[in-house]
């Protein structure tokens, strides 16, 4: 798993990102199983908001680590919960530092496009979870259903040296793809299913202003083109949103949620 290209755009993610994609960690930590006085480990827990969500249902009796592999991200994580009671530490999803059948739940938040072999990270999951244990994990579905990640493909089309990693990203296109990538990892009882959620931004400047200061995978990469391929991709992107008559914007964001029993 490399390390991910936001290191200075963390706490713009948190801004800008984390704080509207929380909307889907209900969903996931449901198709985790997460309840009160369970042991749960969040893996590419970014500025640990679900940490945090589960932190709030498994309670005192319970516990919750969460790691990544951004030192960036994690310390914005660690400003950001305080005294919660999670463990946050640097680490690889594809080496778990995690003794096998340590925890009851393992969740990840839109971090397995993102991996160099979501394989081998399902199957750090299945290992460090206790028999019976669960696993959830949300990924994007395509380009068009993402927050951010569509002005991503708007640049690989006008730097095609970048569409390897975007076609990496959404290697995951559907149910099946999801589930069979689950099954592949020897989870049973698997689910998948999608959830959808619309977001407002009252005006295009509002949606576009954190990518433009290098909030988020799609910010870190439009701050580094030219500012001519800049003024291009900003034209493209703001044509493909709809908006009202009052000039705010509505967009979609779809995610797959997958889930299995070990």
Known sequence: MSAPLYTVGAAGYDHVFASATQRFVPALLRAA??????????????TGEAAAAAAAIVGPSGSVFAGDISPA??????????????VLEALDAHDLPYRDSQFDAV??????????????ALAEF????????????????????????RIAAVIARHVPGRAPAL?????????RALGALLGSAAFRDIEVKVERHEFRFASFEDYFGGIERGAT??????????PSIQRAV?????????????????????????SGRR
Do not use: W
């Open 73 to 86: 991200m994690l310390d914005v994580a660690r400003n950001k919960l305080g005294d919660t009671a999670v």
């Open 33 to 46: 199983c997460v309840a009160n006085g369970r042991s749960v480990l969040d893996v590419a827990t970014g």
């Open 217 to 226: 995978l799609s910010g870190q990469e439009y701050v580094s083109l030219p």
């Open 107 to 120: 969740i990840c938040q839109l971090g397995l496009m993102l991996f160099s072999d979501p394989a081998r």
């Open 126 to 149: 299945r290992r460090v979870l206790r028999p019976g244990g669960r696993v959830a994990v949300t990924v994007s579905t395509t380009p068009e259903r993402t927050l951010f990640l």
């Open 167 to 175: 076609r990496q990203h959404f290697a995951i296109t559907d149910e």
């Open 234 to 258: 900003r034209d493209e992107v703001r044509e493909t949103l709809a908006k009202d008559c009052n000039g705010a914007l509505a967009v979609p964001m779809e995610v797959l949620i997958g």
